[in-house]
């Protein structure tokens, strides 16, 4: 009996690969995806009520590739008789919640996502992918996508624990955190600005102090100029990639503020929040600081320094939330693949423009992946609306030929040099 292979295989059903599942259950691939919990839930601890995401609601699973597939977010809302509400609301953002619903309920249409399905392993051979599913089903495809996202990031001096949690998991641990006497939430970004609006505004039912420390120089506002926000293009990350390994490296902290910043309405809602309590006197058991890093917990005590004045002190805090990002989460079985993988430097492997993975060894059947992209798309690496681009891509990659129609020139804003110097000769070949 001959083994069924499938052109492509997707590790992780997250946002990413759910959007190619999505786009490629249109086409004649046979494709099949596997996530190891037992269903789409996108941050659920960062699910907190009110909360918008910071892309508009065209940033959907497939709208940017096929306004007309079954699986964008203004057919979610027909189906579910909120097409009128979702009009007079009035909104290009949408809620963070919506989104994460929206995606389980393309999930649960598709046919090719499998959930509680954990890949222990992956391995070449023949040039085919074997994916070992469960410890025991073997999986064949001729190409796999890595979906596997990122995961929190801890900074040294601090361990885990009911008092000690990374913002991924706030609404899971909510409860416990607001008994503390003195919370502090750590971090500058979108995450640390909801968790403090959320603690705030919840103060005074449970009575605890709150402070709110970045090692930022402030707190900022995320670039929501329209020319800004055109750094989330294709056009933008064709000329990224064409950049030095040393020049896209350091844009990266260039172009931070693109992605990091807080929203505006959220900072609005704070420094309003802040200035309707002060109307009897200014708090003094709310502490909002930046320029301060913190450096590790123990015994009841944050260990911090105001870096501009390089002044130490200990915060008192038996409540800790750390807003400080994530990193890749590069599964082991990759790992294991590490020697033969070709890498820019220790932790971005080398991708080709099809987002490959650079082997050694030349292969036939490739690895894509959707995750560790910094040093390839730039400061989009995450961007929800970029995703739909690279999905295409690969999906045409996999298909070696063009299932999708991919734009160019979409934005107003030149990037290149090049472009001026042919445009210009043009012109002057035309007086």
Same mark, same amino acid.
Not at 108 to 128: E, H, M, W, Y
Not at 168 to 193: C, R
């Given at each position: 009996?001959?083994?069924?292979?499938?052109?492509?295989?997707?590790?992780?059903?997250?946002?990413?690969?759910?959007?190619?599942?999505?786009?490629?259950?249109?086409?004649?691939?046979?494709?099949?995806?596997?996530?190891?919990?037992?269903?789409?839930?996108?941050? $659920?601890?960062?699910?907190?009520?009110?909360?918008?995401?910071?892309?508009?609601?065209?940033?959907?699973?497939?709208?940017?590739?096929?306004?007309?597939?079954?699986?964008?977010?203004?057919?979610?809302?027909?189906?579910?008789?909120?097409?009128?509400?979702?009009?007079?609301?009035?909104?290009?953002?949408?809620?963070?919640?919506?989104?994460?619903?929206?995606?389980?309920?393309?999930?649960?249409?598709?046919?090719?996502?499998?959930?509680?399905?954990?890949?222990?392993?992956?391995?070449?051979?023949?040039?085919?992918?074997?994916?070992?599913?469960?410890?025991?089903?073997?999986?064949?495809?001729?190409?796999?996508?890595?979906?596997?996202?990122?995961?929190?990031?801890?900074? $040294?001096?601090?361990?885990?624990?009911?008092?000690?949690?990374?913002? @991924?998991?706030?609404?899971?641990?909510?409860?416990?955190?607001?008994?503390?006497?003195?919370?502090?939430?750590?971090?500058?970004?979108?995450?640390?600005?909801?968790?403090?609006?959320?603690?705030?505004?919840?103060?005074?039912?449970?009575?605890?102090?709150?402070?709110?420390?970045?090692?930022?120089?402030?707190?900022?506002?995320?670039?929501?100029?329209?020319?800004?926000?055109?750094?989330?293009?294709?056009?933008?990350?064709?000329?990224?990639?064409?950049?030095?390994?040393?020049?896209?490296?350091?844009?990266?902290?260039?172009?931070?503020?693109?992605?990091?910043?807080?929203?505006?309405?959220?900072?609005?809602?704070?420094?309003?929040?802040?200035?309707?309590?002060?109307?009897?006197?200014?708090?003094?058991?709310?502490?909002?600081? $930046?320029?301060?890093?913190? @450096?590790?917990? !123990?015994? /009841?005590?944050?260990?911090?320094?105001?870096?501009?004045?390089?002044?130490?002190?200990?915060?008192?805090?038996?409540?800790?939330?750390?807003?400080?990002?994530?990193?890749?989460?590069? $599964?082991?079985?990759?790992?294991?693949?590490?020697?033969?993988?070709?890498?820019?430097?220790?932790?971005?492997? !080398?991708?080709?423009?099809?987002?490959?993975?650079?082997?050694?060894?030349?292969?036939?059947?490739?690895?894509?992946?959707?995750?560790?992209?910094?040093?390839?798309?730039?400061?989009?690496?995450?961007?929800? /609306?970029?995703?739909?681009?690279?999905?295409?891509?690969?999906?045409?990659?996999?298909?070696?030929?063009?299932?999708?129609?991919?734009?160019?020139?979409?934005?107003?804003? @030149?990037?290149?040099?090049?472009?001026?110097?042919?445009?210009?000769?043009?012109?002057?070949?035309?007086?």
């Amino acid at each position: 009996m001959s083994k069924q292979v499938y052109d492509l295989c997707g590790v992780g059903i997250g946002p990413f690969n759910l959007g190619m599942a999505a786009l490629a259950d249109k086409t004649s691939l046979k494709c099949l995806f596997l996530e190891k919990n037992s269903s789409f839930n996108w941050h $659920p601890g960062m699910l907190i009520s009110g909360s918008d995401l910071q892309v508009p609601f065209l940033a959907d699973l497939v709208t940017f590739a096929d306004p007309t597939s079954p699986y964008t977010f203004l057919n979610y809302l027909h189906h579910q008789n909120r097409l009128h509400s979702f009009f007079f609301f009035q909104r290009f953002d949408i809620p963070r919640q919506e989104y994460n619903e929206y995606a389980k309920w393309v999930a649960a249409q598709l046919p090719s996502c499998r959930f509680d399905s954990k890949v222990t392993n992956v391995i070449s051979r023949d040039g085919l992918y074997e994916v070992t599913v469960n410890g025991q089903e073997t999986i064949y495809a001729r190409h796999v996508v890595l979906g596997t996202g990122s995961v929190p990031m801890m900074p $040294p001096g601090f361990k885990p624990s009911n008092d000690v949690i990374h913002s @991924n998991f706030f609404l899971q641990h909510k409860a416990h955190l607001q008994k503390g006497e003195t919370i502090v939430v750590v971090g500058s970004g979108q995450s640390a600005a909801e968790i403090f609006l959320e603690l705030l505004t919840e103060k005074d039912q449970f009575g605890y102090k709150l402070a709110w420390l970045t090692r930022s120089s402030g707190f900022l506002q995320m670039e929501s100029a329209k020319l800004g926000q055109e750094v989330f293009s294709p056009d933008y990350v064709n000329y990224f990639k064409t950049l030095s390994y040393k020049t896209r490296k350091s844009s990266l902290n260039e172009l931070e503020h693109l992605r990091n910043g807080v929203d505006a309405a959220t900072l609005k809602a704070i420094y309003d929040h802040m200035y309707h309590r002060s109307i009897y006197g200014k708090e003094t058991d709310v502490l909002i600081q $930046p320029l301060t890093e913190v @450096n590790g917990f !123990e015994d /009841g005590r944050l260990h911090c320094r105001q870096w501009q004045e390089d002044i130490s002190f200990e915060l008192p805090a038996d409540r800790v939330i750390l807003a400080t990002g994530y990193k890749p989460h590069l $599964p082991d079985w990759l790992l294991r693949m590490k020697e033969k993988i070709k890498w820019e430097d220790k932790h971005f492997f !080398e991708i080709d423009d099809d987002y490959r993975i650079i082997f050694k060894d030349n292969r036939p059947n490739h690895l894509f992946t959707l995750t560790n992209l910094e040093l390839a798309s730039g400061t989009g690496a995450t961007n929800l /609306g970029l995703s739909v681009r690279r999905n295409q891509v690969i999906l045409n990659a996999v298909a070696d030929k063009p299932l999708f129609n991919l734009k160019q020139d979409t934005v107003f804003q @030149n990037f290149s040099a090049n472009f001026i110097q042919e445009t210009f000769s043009i012109q002057k070949s035309g007086r």
